[in-house]
């Protein structure tokens, strides 16, 4: 494609190196990383941190931010750009021009068991060895990859993609455009024990996951169904691999979750919050909208709406940052003791 041509189709209409020099239009023929960009790819710059690039990239055009240096030194070395707000944004659809994932054709493998009692739309894909149980409902244009297991009562909005392996438990409701990955289980009993003089009895799960409307689950991330009542993921929200929602949690809309968050049952999680990796939160815990979690973060209490929070237990991040100073100058601090100590005595 022309660079021109992308640039209409990702929806750029900021400054370029094009206006005033039509002529000088590459033809782009995909797409890669700055320090490993080839003649003939688009590449991107996002910010002062990766500006040395502009210096050395093999690429052909960039997209870059509202920045007049970089762009001089783009020009300076002949490569073509475009200008936005968001230069990963932009890149992000560029990508999507080029690739296209895996699908494939609509039809039913003759391998596939599906429960007479069960329903699917039209232009679904259902792959080898997967297993449909009685009173399922898949909508239109639903993609369910090879030994899929979908347990009975549940419900596939349309549009939505199961990949390979994934299990989907029984009643559990998945919205439209939804990603399950695979070696998900969407729907298992969740850890629910009652102790008792002679053990552990177990509580029957009897509640259901609802996941709504273009949600993505990673590998091998679990979502438990609860005793009573319903596990909720909102709108919208975006979950990695390895990734544990306990029974009855509440997840927001917008909310995105890195690899291995762990969340104990109750929890409640409002929108746009963003938990990075391997973060842990505490029964019954809320964390308010648009909060952060930064990674390893241990989460024992409540946390307001806008809280950036860091450590174990959390504490908020500037806070952190201060008893962080004075941690790493403890040994020094402890010598000053001695010393005090050692006039004080008589």
């Avoid at 590459?26 to 590449?43: C, E, F, H, R």
């Amino acid at each position: 494609m022309k660079l021109s041509a992308i640039a209409a189709e990702i929806g750029i209409t900021a400054a370029s190196s094009l206006d005033g020099n039509p002529g000088h239009d590459p033809n782009i023929t995909g797409v890669a990383a700055v320090d490993q960009a080839a003649a003939g790819t688009l590449s991107y710059i996002e910010g002062n941190k990766f500006a040395q690039f502009v210096g050395t990239t093999g690429a052909s055009a960039l997209i870059l931010p509202q920045n007049p240096t970089l762009q001089a030194q783009a020009t300076e070395r002949g490569i073509a750009w475009l200008s936005t707000a968001d230069p990963r944004l932009g890149f992000a659809r560029a990508i999507g021009l080029f690739y296209t994932p895996f699908r494939p054709a609509s039809g039913i493998h003759p391998t596939a068991v599906i429960d007479p009692n069960a329903t699917y739309g039209e232009n679904v894909s259902i792959g080898a060895n997967a297993v449909i149980q009685a009173g399922v409902h898949v909508g239109n244009e639903v993609c369910i990859h090879p030994n899929v297991v979908i347990y009975p009562g549940v419900r596939v909005g349309d549009r939505t993609v199961l990949h390979a392996n994934c299990v989907i438990h029984e009643r559990a409701q998945i919205g439209a455009d939804c990603t399950i990955h695979s070696g998900a289980a969407i729907g298992a009993e969740g850890f629910g024990f009652v102790p008792t003089a002679e053990g552990w009895e177990k509580m029957e799960q009897s509640g259901i996951v609802v996941i709504e409307d273009g949600v993505r689950v990673g590998c091998n991330t679990t979502i438990d169904r609860p005793a009573v009542g319903t596990t909720r993921v909102g709108r919208g929200t975006k979950l990695d691999n390895l990734v544990h929602i306990a029974h009855g949690c509440q997840v927001g809309e917008a909310v995105v979750m890195a690899g291995q968050v762990g969340m104990a049952g109750g929890v409640t999680v409002g929108n746009r919050v963003i938990l990075a990796g391997q973060v842990g939160i505490a029964n019954q815990a809320s964390i308010g909208d648009g909060a952060i979690a930064t990674a390893k973060s241990g989460i024992h209490n409540d946390i307001a709406p806008g809280e950036i929070v860091t450590g174990t237990p959390a504490l908020p991040h500037k806070v952190f940052l201060k008893a962080s100073a004075v941690y790493r100058r403890l040994p020094e601090m402890y010598k000053t003791l001695q010393r005090i100590q050692k006039q004080l005595q008589p």
